[in-house]
């Protein structure tokens, strides 16, 4: 498998429902990151969480991962039908230059329904 | 909000032609990158730039690209002679200064699609 692949391909639910979407990678990181893309537009920064860390928030994301397993996860609370996008984990590895690049996963589509 | 802006939004090209793509970067950002997404794929890196020099560059980025920063605000994207494979999604992107982890946080524009036919 590739650097950076997300499960499902495809979710979809509710509106009000949660949404959990997950990323596996294969080497060691700096940090990861999620980024969403809504259809035919530029990808947007939604939250990192460092090597070093195993939990975080951001509003009604929540991020995990668990270097161990080489995996993260994305939890979107209370779903809306604006959160309809696909949705990228990107891994960044440990100092590979002055600017380090980022890797993107396959993406997971979320289509929230009213 | 600043934002990364790029033209053109659309391209249309015959096979063997020249191509630009333009990007304007956030004006205090420090680092710059393209990538492209071909059409239902995922995004892959071609190039990262820094300091007026190429910073990392991918295997797609071979000698039929080239990357500019012309002046203190554009940085382009060349690619000298396209193929049919080279329909794609192209992103500009930029960063600020890496955080004290090391993590560059991307902005990216919204894309030029470029179409070889």
């Known amino acids: 498998s590739q650097q950076g692949e997300e499960d499902p391909q495809a979710l979809s639910i509710q509106e009000g429902e949660n949404a959990t979407m997950n990323c596996s990678y294969k080497?060691?990181?700096?940090?990861l990151q999620w980024y969403r893309q809504n259809s035919g537009r530029g990808l947007v920064h939604l939250i990192l969480i460092r090597s070093n860390e195993r939990e975080k928030h951001s509003g009604r994301l929540r991020v995990t991962l668990d270097t161990s397993k080489k995996s993260s996860s994305l939890l979107i609370t209370a779903s809306r039908a604006a959160d309809t996008a696909s949705y990228f984990c990107?891994?960044?590895?440990?100092?590979?230059?002055?600017?380090?690049?980022?890797?993107f996963g396959t993406g997971t589509r979320l289509q929230v329904t009213l | 909000e600043p934002e990364v802006t790029q033209t053109p939004s659309h391209q249309v090209t015959q096979m063997g032609q020249e191509v630009i793509l333009r990007c304007v970067p956030i004006s205090n950002h420090l680092y710059f990158y393209w990538y492209r997404q071909i059409l239902g794929q995922k995004v892959e890196f071609l190039v990262s730039f820094y300091n007026n020099e190429i910073s990392e560059k991918s295997e797609i980025f071979d000698d039929q690209f080239s990357v500019e920063r012309p002046d203190g605000s554009n940085f382009t994207l060349k690619i000298r002679s396209t193929k049919l494979e080279d329909s794609a999604m192209y992103f500009c992107?930029?960063?600020?200064?890496?955080?004290?982890?090391?993590?560059?946080?991307?902005?990216f524009g919204a894309g030029s699609r470029l179409t070889v036919l």
């Open positions: 990107a891994t960044s590895q440990e100092d590979t230059g002055t600017a380090s690049k980022l890797t």
């Open positions: 992107a930029s960063s600020k200064d890496r955080e004290t982890s090391g993590a560059n946080v991307l902005t």
């Open positions: 080497t060691s990181i700096n940090n």
